[in-house]
């Protein structure tokens, strides 16, 4: 209850500055909230409405066809989906393999770990644009193009992610496993039994950054997913920029819609967004 | 681990072996989607920048020439300047609205605090593509609110996206917009982990509210600094769908990010050469410098394993 | 409870694993085959596949339409279709053709094909359509599938890059005469300073953005210096010509008075800014007619066109490119003969189904055959639907340029140079840079010597 003990301490002042800082946050609120509301109200825009001079914050009518048509296009319902089955296994396996790999890298020792651990953080600096092509002749090879594989495994491996819980578990004092290694657990036990208990909070937070980098994928997909029924939310968003008008009612209102279940999921784990803030071992 | 070793010196050897047959198992899945997901393409692309590849006809071995092509460009090393000062200006900025954030959210009620965590990481939700759109209609020369709020403020109206002075500034909102939400939440916890007798001691001694910052929390928090410089270093520098989206490079170049025109000679180019060796040559820029950034920052965690 | 967190997510993980394999079994399945595509036994079914870029409306649903009655009618061959958004094109068949997986039929713009044909990507179609389909293509047309003595294409139509589309009403409330539109630059500016406060944004709408400028401004680079910035055999960058002057200092002029919106209201294909009334002028092509008619009736009945103002006034002067798609089949097809039967059957065969193509987008476009031409010209109805149609056919499309076929770059390197003309560089300076840079672009390819002409 950090917050609440510094506010206890600063009794003097207290009105002014609590005030203050409250301001200070409401800002922060809505300047980070602004575009997004707006996005949302210019869903209930008729079609060129949007970029209409001059600028009006709300819609002249309130036109619920935009949600209601991609509500009722069969594409858009199998696209979400599509992408939230994807987007939770690539988070899920990402955690599984990214958190053994960051435990390893933090207490087991073994030959050349230096040097393995020095090639797999480079891999964190090689630009996307580097790999993209190559990548793409891989999966072709591996047979992927135009299944799930093809979203779920390439990116699933990820040094930063590794890094990232690397980081907090290197945080967490030795003597909290001592015990378990004293009664004769192995490693894995340890980190089944000991770490992985310990990690909610880190684990909702790379699992919640995994799952939004696949959400938003739009490059990756549109070059390794052909087939319709395997559209993802953003490819199918795309059709709503034609190459001659962009139909910014219906864009606005699908985007609208694809953000609810992201958030649905991100209400649930909120607390442990929360608590997983003060578990952390970053030190 | 070194414990139990020093209490059974005998079993060390064994513990060793064992320990390192289990370390392999538990990074196998890891390492070897990174080495085919990543290096081998990585190897394959380095391979491909030797030669003049149309995929119809045979591969023309063709040396250093892609290499030679891209120093010899202008706008490449335009670009690569252009992205670090893109750099420059949006990292520092993110970490101190982050910082500032979680400084913030710390110090108010838990309900505030509650309700600014969930708000922060709500763009993070939105794709940079759909972002970049809204941005579009929000810089809008007349009709957008951002000359709607300069108007407020009393000032002329800016075109955002067409002076090639402002255009990439005007692209740093929404990167610091997109990145703001885990920035924030990673700060915070860093900034929570910190005790709070540190600055209950630090206040009897009568030190204010910023010398508490340099003195407490910046270096208890550097590692925080660390993987937060770094991962946004490498994601920034990367950036182009808002470049492109936006302005698609213009005007004047003066938004043309490395990878937007790595990006613009692989859709047009009738061979991949120059788009692979500039690539390659941009994974050395940023690989260096994230390497040279671990070192000023010299953190033992971090370099060592 | 620790146990029993595990479990359940374990059991959540299993089950959601299990569903995606559910799921990937079902999309290898359905993986399509057409590169497998045995062409040699008699009465298997052969799957060819095509990609058509994104369009517009009417015009996808026909393309759709079209391929749904093909495969209706078509036992031996099924065609699997996509429509792959316009952005996500270029990437997308590049990766395919580096893979061995570009679609056996795809739709193409006029100027890659040389460089399509060249690097074998795409194959001649003289022996796999009938002579009686290429006989039908108009000439002027028809040049622009050929190269090096083949056809590698099949033309659907042409459509003039630019024109200048104007609103009556605005020119009488101005004092300007609708039927006396600028032909010059200098007049160009005169009317666009008169209608300063008609539409609330700009008084005119041009090509703004790089990528727009590079491709709709070949007609009017043309007008200015007579030639395009590359020698016609690619062996000399030729933009440091002076007379391109007068076309970057249009566009500062235009730009500097804010005659034009100071940064572009959208792409330079979408008419909407013109139909929601924020610009009084617009340049845009012939393809704005479809979209006009069908969404800013109103705006529409206001609405004239005109050849777009030359350098000199010259009424012959070209200030249009001829731009438009063809269908292209893939270099390394293994369905060749399926491929071509298919493209024959879409677009080279019964005049009827094309006059509904045309129809279906107002007549904006002009068709590439002759017997469709006819078919049109033995009607009213495109003049009845497209009051700017003749026009166009007779004032602008035969004084239109044929597409350059030169590297993207180069159009890219002067489209550079009018940017930076309204960024305020001298235009001498802006282009000795185009010139050095088209020369590097040449330098670097090596394909001086390689063009056309």
Same mark, same amino acid.
């Given at each position: 209850m950090a917050a609440t003990s510094w506010s206890r301490a600063v009794k003097p002042r207290k009105w002014a500055l609590s005030g203050s800082k409250t301001a200070v946050a409401c800002l922060f609120i809505v300047a980070t909230l602004f575009p997004l509301v707006w996005m949302g109200l210019s869903? %209930?825009? +008729?079609?060129?409405?949007? *970029?209409?001079?001059? %600028?009006?914050?709300?819609?002249e009518v309130w036109l619920w066809e935009n949600y209601l048509q991609v509500l009722q296009d069969p594409a858009f319902v199998r696209a979400m989906a599509f992408t939230l089955l994807a987007s939770t296994l690539f988070a899920l396996g990402s955690l599984v393999v990214n958190s053994m790999a960051a435990y390893v890298f933090a207490r087991l020792e073994f030959p050349f770990k230096r040097a393995i651990w020095a090639v797999v953080i480079s891999?964190?600096?090689?630009?996307s644009m580097t790999i993209l092509l190559t990548s793409f002749l891989v999966v072709n090879e591996l047979r992927?193009?135009?299944?799930i594989w093809v979203l779920v495994?390439?990116?699933?491996?990820s040094a930063s992610q590794i890094f990232f819980i690397r980081q907090f578990y290197l945080g967490i004092p030795t003597a909290i496993e001592e015990a378990a290694l004293i009664d004769g657990a192995g490693p894995f036990r340890v980190f089944a039994h000991v770490f992985v208990p310990m990690s909610k909070g880190i684990f909702v937070v790379s699992g919640m950054t995994m799952f939004l980098a696949m959400w938003n994928s739009y490059v990756w997909p549109v070059l390794t997913i052909t087939e319709s029924d395997l559209t993802v939310i953003q490819q199918f968003l795309a059709l709503f920029r034609g190459a001659r008008s962009t139909e910014y009612g219906l864009l606005m209102a699908g985007s609208t819609l694809a953000l609810i279940p992201v958030l649905i999921i991100f209400f649930a784990f909120q607390r442990q967004i929360v608590q997983g803030a003060r578990l952390s071992g970053f030190k | 681990m070194y414990t139990r070793q020093r209490q059974r010196p005998r079993a060390r050897a064994g513990v060793n072996r064992r320990q390192g047959t289990l370390a392999c198992l538990m990074l196998l899945p890891a390492v070897t989607g990174l080495s085919v997901f990543v290096l081998w393409p990585l190897a394959r692309s380095i391979y491909l920048s030797f030669y003049q590849w149309n995929f119809y006809t045979d591969n023309v071995f063709v040396g250093w020439k892609n290499f030679a092509d891209v120093l010899g460009d202008p706008k490449f090393a335009a670009s690569v300047i252009r992205g670090l000062l893109f750099t420059a200006m949006v990292v520092p900025l993110q970490l101190l609205i982050a910082f500032a954030f979680a400084s913030v959210a710390r110090s108010v009620g838990p309900r505030m605090a509650g309700a600014l965590k969930m708000t922060i990481y709500?763009? *993070?939700?939105?794709?940079t593509v759909i972002a970049s759109l809204i941005f579009v209609v929000i810089y809008? %020369? !007349?009709?957008g609110v951002a000359n709607w709020l300069v108007g407020l403020a009393g000032a002329e109206p800016q075109a955002w996206l067409g002076d090639a002075a402002w255009a990439l500034r005007a692209m740093t909102v929404p990167t610091i917009w997109i990145g703001l939400g885990l920035t924030s939440l990673i700060m915070l916890a860093g900034m929570l982990d910190v005790p709070e007798s540190y600055y209950d001691s630090a206040r009897l001694d009568g030190a204010g509210w910023i010398r508490q910052q340099i003195y407490i929390t910046l270096p208890l928090m550097k590692n925080v600094f660390l993987y937060l410089l770094i991962t946004g270093f490498t994601v920034t520098i990367q950036q182009f769908e808002i470049p492109l989206v936006? @302005?698609?490079?213009?005007?004047?170049?003066?938004?043309?990010?490395p990878n937007l025109l790595i990006f613009r000679h692989f859709r047009y180019?009738?061979?991949?050469g120059f788009s692979v060796a500039a690539a390659i040559l941009l994974f050395a820029v940023i690989g260096s410098i994230s390497a040279l950034v671990f070192r000023l920052l010299r953190s033992e965690k971090a370099t060592d394993a | 409870m620790g146990n029993h967190l595990r479990h359940r997510t374990a059991i959540g993980l299993g089950a959601t694993l299990l569903l995606g394999l559910g799921v990937a079994a079902c999309g290898t399945d359905e993986q399509p085959t057409g590169k497998d595509g045995?062409?040699?036994?008699?009465?298997e079914v052969q799957t060819i596949t095509f990609w058509q870029s994104q369009f517009y409306g009417l015009e996808d649903e026909w393309y759709a339409s079209r391929v749904a009655d093909f495969n209706a009618t078509h036992a031996d061959i099924q065609v699997e279709y996509e429509v792959i958004p316009s952005d996500a094109w270029d990437q997308k068949l590049k990766a395919a053709q580096a893979a061995g997986t570009a679609p056996d039929v795809y739709t193409r713009a006029y100027n890659t094909l040389m460089a399509l044909a060249r690097s074998q990507s795409i194959r001649p179609l003289d022996d796999l359509l009938s002579e009686s389909a290429w006989q039908d293509l108009e000439a002027s047309v028809e040049k622009m599938v050929i190269v090096d003595g083949q056809h590698y294409a099949y033309p659907v139509l042409v459509e003039p890059s630019m024109v200048l589309w104007y609103r009556s009403d605005l020119f009488e409330q101005a004092?300007? /005469?609708?039927?006396?539109?600028?032909?010059?630059w200098d007049g160009l500016i005169e009317v666009a300073e008169r209608l300063k406060?008609?539409? @609330? /944004?700009?008084p005119l709408a041009m090509p703004q953005r790089v990528e727009d400028l590079a491709w709709s401004t070949w007609g009017l680079q043309y007008s200015s210096?007579?030639?395009?910035?590359?020698a016609g055999d690619w !062996?000399?960058?030729? +933009?440091?010509?002076?007379?391109?002057k007068s076309l970057l200092d249009m566009y500062r002029a235009l730009y500097a008075d804010g005659?034009?919106?100071?940064?572009?209201? /959208?792409?330079?294909?979408?008419?909407a800014p013109y139909g929601e009334g924020k610009v009084a002028m617009m340049a845009n092509g012939s393809w704005a007619a479809a979209g006009l008619l069908s969404d800013y009736p109103e705006i529409a009945e206001l609405t004239r066109v005109a050849k777009f103002p030359s350098a000199s006034g010259?009424?012959?002067?070209?200030?249009a490119s001829l731009g438009g798609w063809t269908l292209v089949i893939d270099g390394? *097809?293994?369905s060749a003969d399926a491929a071509g039967a298919f493209v024959e059957w879409m677009?080279?065969?019964?005049a009827d189904p094309l006059v509904k193509y045309f129809a279906d987008t107002s007549y904006s476009k002009f068709p590439a055959r002759q017997s469709v031409n006819l078919a049109i010209g033995d009607t009213d109805e495109a003049a009845q639907v497209n009051p700017w149609r003749s026009l166009i056919a007779s004032d602008v499309v035969p004084y239109s340029i044929a597409e350059p076929?030169?590297?993207?770059s180069v159009s890219l390197a002067f489209a550079g140079a009018i940017e930076a003309a309204m960024q305020g560089q001298a235009s001498d300076e802006a282009l000795r840079r185009a010139q050095e840079e088209i020369t590097g672009i040449v330098d670097q390819l090596g394909i001086a010597g390689q063009g056309p002409e």
């Amino acid at each position: 209850m950090a917050a609440t003990s510094w506010s206890r301490a600063v009794k003097p002042r207290k009105w002014a500055l609590s005030g203050s800082k409250t301001a200070v946050a409401c800002l922060f609120i809505v300047a980070t909230l602004f575009p997004l509301v707006w996005m949302g109200l210019s869903g %209930f825009k +008729a079609k060129n409405e949007v *970029t209409r001079t001059p %600028f009006r914050f709300l819609p002249e009518v309130w036109l619920w066809e935009n949600y209601l048509q991609v509500l009722q296009d069969p594409a858009f319902v199998r696209a979400m989906a599509f992408t939230l089955l994807a987007s939770t296994l690539f988070a899920l396996g990402s955690l599984v393999v990214n958190s053994m790999a960051a435990y390893v890298f933090a207490r087991l020792e073994f030959p050349f770990k230096r040097a393995i651990w020095a090639v797999v953080i480079s891999t964190m600096f090689i630009p996307s644009m580097t790999i993209l092509l190559t990548s793409f002749l891989v999966v072709n090879e591996l047979r992927m193009v135009n299944t799930i594989w093809v979203l779920v495994l390439p990116g699933m491996a990820s040094a930063s992610q590794i890094f990232f819980i690397r980081q907090f578990y290197l945080g967490i004092p030795t003597a909290i496993e001592e015990a378990a290694l004293i009664d004769g657990a192995g490693p894995f036990r340890v980190f089944a039994h000991v770490f992985v208990p310990m990690s909610k909070g880190i684990f909702v937070v790379s699992g919640m950054t995994m799952f939004l980098a696949m959400w938003n994928s739009y490059v990756w997909p549109v070059l390794t997913i052909t087939e319709s029924d395997l559209t993802v939310i953003q490819q199918f968003l795309a059709l709503f920029r034609g190459a001659r008008s962009t139909e910014y009612g219906l864009l606005m209102a699908g985007s609208t819609l694809a953000l609810i279940p992201v958030l649905i999921i991100f209400f649930a784990f909120q607390r442990q967004i929360v608590q997983g803030a003060r578990l952390s071992g970053f030190k | 681990m070194y414990t139990r070793q020093r209490q059974r010196p005998r079993a060390r050897a064994g513990v060793n072996r064992r320990q390192g047959t289990l370390a392999c198992l538990m990074l196998l899945p890891a390492v070897t989607g990174l080495s085919v997901f990543v290096l081998w393409p990585l190897a394959r692309s380095i391979y491909l920048s030797f030669y003049q590849w149309n995929f119809y006809t045979d591969n023309v071995f063709v040396g250093w020439k892609n290499f030679a092509d891209v120093l010899g460009d202008p706008k490449f090393a335009a670009s690569v300047i252009r992205g670090l000062l893109f750099t420059a200006m949006v990292v520092p900025l993110q970490l101190l609205i982050a910082f500032a954030f979680a400084s913030v959210a710390r110090s108010v009620g838990p309900r505030m605090a509650g309700a600014l965590k969930m708000t922060i990481y709500i763009p *993070t939700v939105v794709s940079t593509v759909i972002a970049s759109l809204i941005f579009v209609v929000i810089y809008q %020369f !007349s009709g957008g609110v951002a000359n709607w709020l300069v108007g407020l403020a009393g000032a002329e109206p800016q075109a955002w996206l067409g002076d090639a002075a402002w255009a990439l500034r005007a692209m740093t909102v929404p990167t610091i917009w997109i990145g703001l939400g885990l920035t924030s939440l990673i700060m915070l916890a860093g900034m929570l982990d910190v005790p709070e007798s540190y600055y209950d001691s630090a206040r009897l001694d009568g030190a204010g509210w910023i010398r508490q910052q340099i003195y407490i929390t910046l270096p208890l928090m550097k590692n925080v600094f660390l993987y937060l410089l770094i991962t946004g270093f490498t994601v920034t520098i990367q950036q182009f769908e808002i470049p492109l989206v936006m @302005t698609s490079g213009g005007p004047a170049d003066s938004t043309l990010l490395p990878n937007l025109l790595i990006f613009r000679h692989f859709r047009y180019d009738d061979n991949v050469g120059f788009s692979v060796a500039a690539a390659i040559l941009l994974f050395a820029v940023i690989g260096s410098i994230s390497a040279l950034v671990f070192r000023l920052l010299r953190s033992e965690k971090a370099t060592d394993a | 409870m620790g146990n029993h967190l595990r479990h359940r997510t374990a059991i959540g993980l299993g089950a959601t694993l299990l569903l995606g394999l559910g799921v990937a079994a079902c999309g290898t399945d359905e993986q399509p085959t057409g590169k497998d595509g045995n062409s040699g036994g008699s009465g298997e079914v052969q799957t060819i596949t095509f990609w058509q870029s994104q369009f517009y409306g009417l015009e996808d649903e026909w393309y759709a339409s079209r391929v749904a009655d093909f495969n209706a009618t078509h036992a031996d061959i099924q065609v699997e279709y996509e429509v792959i958004p316009s952005d996500a094109w270029d990437q997308k068949l590049k990766a395919a053709q580096a893979a061995g997986t570009a679609p056996d039929v795809y739709t193409r713009a006029y100027n890659t094909l040389m460089a399509l044909a060249r690097s074998q990507s795409i194959r001649p179609l003289d022996d796999l359509l009938s002579e009686s389909a290429w006989q039908d293509l108009e000439a002027s047309v028809e040049k622009m599938v050929i190269v090096d003595g083949q056809h590698y294409a099949y033309p659907v139509l042409v459509e003039p890059s630019m024109v200048l589309w104007y609103r009556s009403d605005l020119f009488e409330q101005a004092g300007l /005469d609708p039927d006396d539109p600028p032909t010059d630059w200098d007049g160009l500016i005169e009317v666009a300073e008169r209608l300063k406060g008609a539409a @609330t /944004d700009a008084p005119l709408a041009m090509p703004q953005r790089v990528e727009d400028l590079a491709w709709s401004t070949w007609g009017l680079q043309y007008s200015s210096a007579d030639h395009l910035p590359l020698a016609g055999d690619w !062996s000399a960058a030729q +933009a440091d010509d002076p007379a391109y002057k007068s076309l970057l200092d249009m566009y500062r002029a235009l730009y500097a008075d804010g005659l034009i919106p100071p940064q572009a209201l /959208d792409e330079y294909t979408a008419y909407a800014p013109y139909g929601e009334g924020k610009v009084a002028m617009m340049a845009n092509g012939s393809w704005a007619a479809a979209g006009l008619l069908s969404d800013y009736p109103e705006i529409a009945e206001l609405t004239r066109v005109a050849k777009f103002p030359s350098a000199s006034g010259d009424d012959q002067s070209p200030t249009a490119s001829l731009g438009g798609w063809t269908l292209v089949i893939d270099g390394r *097809t293994e369905s060749a003969d399926a491929a071509g039967a298919f493209v024959e059957w879409m677009v080279a065969g019964e005049a009827d189904p094309l006059v509904k193509y045309f129809a279906d987008t107002s007549y904006s476009k002009f068709p590439a055959r002759q017997s469709v031409n006819l078919a049109i010209g033995d009607t009213d109805e495109a003049a009845q639907v497209n009051p700017w149609r003749s026009l166009i056919a007779s004032d602008v499309v035969p004084y239109s340029i044929a597409e350059p076929v030169y590297d993207w770059s180069v159009s890219l390197a002067f489209a550079g140079a009018i940017e930076a003309a309204m960024q305020g560089q001298a235009s001498d300076e802006a282009l000795r840079r185009a010139q050095e840079e088209i020369t590097g672009i040449v330098d670097q390819l090596g394909i001086a010597g390689q063009g056309p002409e």
